[in-house]
């Protein structure tokens, strides 16, 4: 059972563009939302996290935008970078203690200079 | 330690093969995650330790799979018998042990089983 579906599977944009990575899912046990960033060779770093109680959060050029009722999150990269092509995932967990994180298939991105 | 860290990168085994796959977490870190991914897709949760209890294991897809972590640091998995489809990456993480804290990920063994 799938229970984070993210979209695209891969994504082209030139550089200074905006891809937008969405995820949907269906637990709504759910509290907490991280991205991952992954290169290859490399295991997957965090890059920004957002809990359900704010609808928006920005750290440098990267923003997640959260829709509660439609159980719906996106990651937004600003100015895109060739440095920025990498896989990225989105996952979500129950929180607490123990908070087994349960991850979307990924999205390559492809940032062309 | 800077991050985390995880031997071998790399390990081939045939088939029926025992093979064990060492994390050493982040200093201080009280909580250890073992996650599985496959070509292609996200990791998968296989096991988590808080201190040295396996709390959870629910993601351990059979008995061929055990973990352990004695003395609530370095974390061993074990893998008996081996099957192809056990080829994978398996990932290690590690958090504070806070509710809702940070996983910090280490690069990875890549398994391959012939």
């Known amino acids: 059972q799938q229970q984070v579906k993210q979209s695209p599977q891969s994504l082209i944009v030139q550089k200074g563009g905006i891809p937008i990575i969405n995820c949907a899912y269906e637990?709504?046990?759910?509290?907490?939302f991280p991205w991952y960033q992954q290169f290859p060779g490399k295991g997957p770093a965090l890059l920004i996290a957002?809990?359900?109680?704010?609808s928006e959060k920005k750290e440098g050029r990267f923003t997640i935008s959260f829709n509660k009722s439609a159980k719906q999150f996106s990651l937004h990269i600003m100015d895109s970078q060739p440095g920025d092509s990498a896989t990225y995932f989105c996952?979500?967990?129950?929180?607490?203690?123990?908070?087994?994180?349960?991850f979307g298939a990924g999205t390559i991105l492809r940032v062309k200079s | 330690g800077a991050g985390v860290s995880q031997t071998p990168s790399n390990k081939v085994t045939e088939k029926g093969k025992y093979v064990e796959l060492r994390c050493d977490p982040i200093?201080?870190?009280?909580?250890l995650y073992w996650y599985r991914q496959s070509l292609g897709q996200g990791p998968e949760f296989l096991i988590y330790?808080?201190?040295?209890?396996?709390?959870?294991d629910s993601g351990l897809p059979n008995d061929r799979f055990f973990a352990v972590r004695p003395e609530g640091s370095v974390s061993t998995l074990k893998i008996q018998r081996t099957e192809r489809g056990d080829s994978a990456v398996y990932l290690c993480?590690?958090?504070?042990?806070?509710?809702?804290?940070?996983?910090?990920f280490g690069p990875g063994t890549r398994l391959t089983v012939l």
């Open positions: 993480a590690s958090s504070l042990g806070l509710a809702g804290g940070t996983q910090y």
């Open positions: 637990n709504t046990a759910f509290d907490y």
């Open positions: 957002i809990r359900p109680d704010v």
């Open positions: 996952a979500a967990s129950k929180g607490g203690y123990g908070n087994k994180l349960v």
């Open positions: 200093s201080g870190h009280t909580a």
């Open positions: 330790f808080q201190g040295t209890g396996a709390a959870d």
